[in-house]
């Protein structure tokens, strides 16, 4: 018997939490031409295509879903264990489970072009011409307004190296997506790499309209007792508050080398000052990600709160915040 939910109206759940600034605050942002009612959005991978979350509150709210990465066949994903818990976040290596192209845009867009929702597509591939071809799978599909390129994928032609530790295989993919895609396109980066602004600068070049940054960082947990380590695939992406200060970072890097560029910021985000710490980076809008699995409101609070904590500090809006950082 499955138990019934009550949506959430977010107006009604801020009015409890704290009273309305009377400051008039805009939240609408730019990002690389697509408006945007707030700045906040999902991470790809942490929030399907939103139809879970839906149940609880009108995910619309939010400034888009990124929704989970689709690729070009349908794929099982890696073998369990596929995540463990860290002290400030946790390990995954879900192997980028998904019904594939076909599928996602037979049940899933549908829906969230029905709700009306702003819908940045996350594609991956183990080749450039798979992402070619997700990519223009969904060219004039309803409510895709941008693509999110996830490029830390392995690269089967380069000993499964991920396309984002090397500029050139990532400028390979973004420019075979960028002659297939009618609407904005951007780079998934990772920090596991020595010159990120580098990487940002190829990827650009080849045709990126605006970056995503960051993506899980690798890494690794080992059983004191088993000797086995905690995923089935010995390796998994790090994500959650651990990696937030590499994210703010990477943004804060690569807004300085390319600040006309517009950046989604990622990586531990949890609480409002979490938000203004990627904005203040460089960020046009921020995803939040980790933190739905422990509170699926997440989302919606941080809009409130941004609100909030915006208009009791007298800014007019968001877009002020934007690389204001104070020297020393």
Known sequence: ??????????????????????????????????????????????????????????????????????????????????????????????????????????????????????????????????????????RRQPGIVALEVNLSCPNVSHRGLVFACSGRDSAEVISAVRREAEVPVFAKLTADVTDLPGVAEQVVAAGADGLTLINTLLGMSIDPDTGRPGLANTYGGLSGPAIRPVAVRAVHQVHQALPEVPIIGCGGVREVGDVIQFVRAGASAVAVGTSTFVDPFVGQHLIGGLRRWLGERGYGSIAELRGAVQPW
């Open 1 to 138: 018997m499955s138990a019934e939910v009550r949506r959430v109206d977010a107006r009604e759940l801020a009015a409890r939490q704290a009273p309305e600034p009377e400051v008039e605050v805009e939240l609408r942002v730019d990002l690389a031409g697509i408006h945007l009612d707030n700045p906040i959005t999902t991470a790809s991978g942490c929030f399907a295509s939103g139809r879970e979350v839906d149940r609880f509150y009108d995910v619309t709210e939010l400034g888009a879903i990124v929704v989970k990465s689709i690729t070009r066949e349908p794929r099982q994903g890696l073998p369990t264990p596929r995540m463990a818990e860290t002290p400030a976040g946790m390990l995954n290596a879900i192997g980028l489970q998904n019904p594939g192209v076909d599928a996602w845009l037979e049940h899933d867009l549908p829906w969230l072009a029905e709700r009306g929702a702003k819908v940045i597509a996350s594609i991956a591939g183990r080749t450039p011409d798979d992402f070619r071809h997700v990519a223009r799978a969904l």
